[in-house]
């Protein structure tokens, strides 16, 4: 289920899981906060360094700990991904959270995250990250965010026009995130569990042939089998080797998904662009699909 609305007054804590940022890149969200009246609570490794790292896994770790359990915050921003949340997000306990049902924010690596909660019946945000808050192009992204978090507001009418469109209607939880972090999930205790739900992934900056590895490993893994629902964000940046790969990214994508009649939604903006609108994950969201267009929205609000 979401967490309860925000509201003006409400304290929220940004926190540094993955990789390192400067104060720079954060000049922009606390500018942002500001606007959406919101307190906030700065880790105090926010801007720490261990190599890549923003600090150690222990300090990491510990300072997203402390916001789980402090009753007074009301939602966790995660500064920016990176690499590094799967190194401490085994040992997370999140027994506080659950009684506190508050928002995690965040994508890209913050994506092991979301599926340690989600394990735990929570709901979380994949959506648009403080780092990126004064990138161009952010503004409707950041609009979409709010919504979701101050009025439990979600409805977007997309285009869903790559070629890869199987169309239907189905309400179920969105499960997913990043395609390199879904993978990575297999094996662990936090592992993806699809059956039942709407699988959302995405991608950046990655060989043709690795992702149709890391799909061909969660199919073997039997991660497509039971699925309501598919939702391809943005994969962006592919890159082909030397010897041609023979398909492009829809066309890999096409050779899993297309078979399953099941409705399937493509090249929607989520992901890493400017334009990543904020999807809710573990809740039932109605996906409605068209020849060329794909309707979001919370089930209870269709």
């Not at 979401?2 to 940004?14: C, E, F």
């Not at 699925?227 to 940046?237: A, R």
């Amino acid at each position: 289920m979401l967490p309860p609305p925000l509201s003006a007054g409400d304290t929220i804590a940004v926190v540094s899981p993955s990789r390192r940022i400067t104060h720079d890149q954060m000049e922009r969200s606390w500018q942002v906060f500001d606007e959406w009246g919101l307190n906030v609570l700065k880790g105090r490794h926010l801007f720490a360094t261990d190599g890549y790292f923003a600090g150690s896994d222990q300090e990491r770790l510990e300072e997203f700990q402390a916001f789980l359990d402090d009753s007074s915050v009301k939602a966790v921003f995660c500064a920016r991904g990176g690499y590094g949340a799967t190194r401490f997000v085994d040992r997370l306990n999140w027994k506080n959270s659950a009684a506190t049902q508050k928002w995690i924010v965040g994508f890209s690596d913050i994506t092991a995250i979301h599926l340690a909660a989600t394990r735990e019946g929570l709901g979380s945000v994949h959506g648009l990250m403080p780092a990126q808050y004064g990138y161009d192009g952010v503004d409707e992204s950041l609009a979409s965010l709010r919504d979701l978090l101050f009025y439990h507001t979600f409805t977007h009418e997309l285009e869903s026009n790559t070629g890869l469109t199987c169309e239907g209607s189905v309400i179920a939880p969105v499960t997913g995130g990043n395609l390199s972090l879904l993978a990575e999930s297999l094996g662990t205790p936090a592992e993806i569990d699809t059956r039942g739900k709407i699988l959302f992934m995405e991608e950046i900056d990655e060989y043709l042939y690795k992702i149709d590895r890391m799909l061909n490993q969660l199919a073997r893994a039997g991660k497509f089998e039971g699925l309501e629902g598919v939702i391809i964000g943005d994969f962006s940046d592919c890159q082909d080797t030397k010897i041609p790969f023979g398909k492009d990214i829809y066309g890999i994508l096409e050779r899993y998904f297309a078979k399953l009649r099941i409705p399937v939604a493509s090249g929607l903006p989520l992901g890493h662009e400017p334009y990543n609108l904020a999807l809710p994950l573990n809740v039932p969201v109605h996906m409605e699909v068209k020849a060329s267009a794909c309707k979001l929205s919370l089930a209870h609000s269709s």
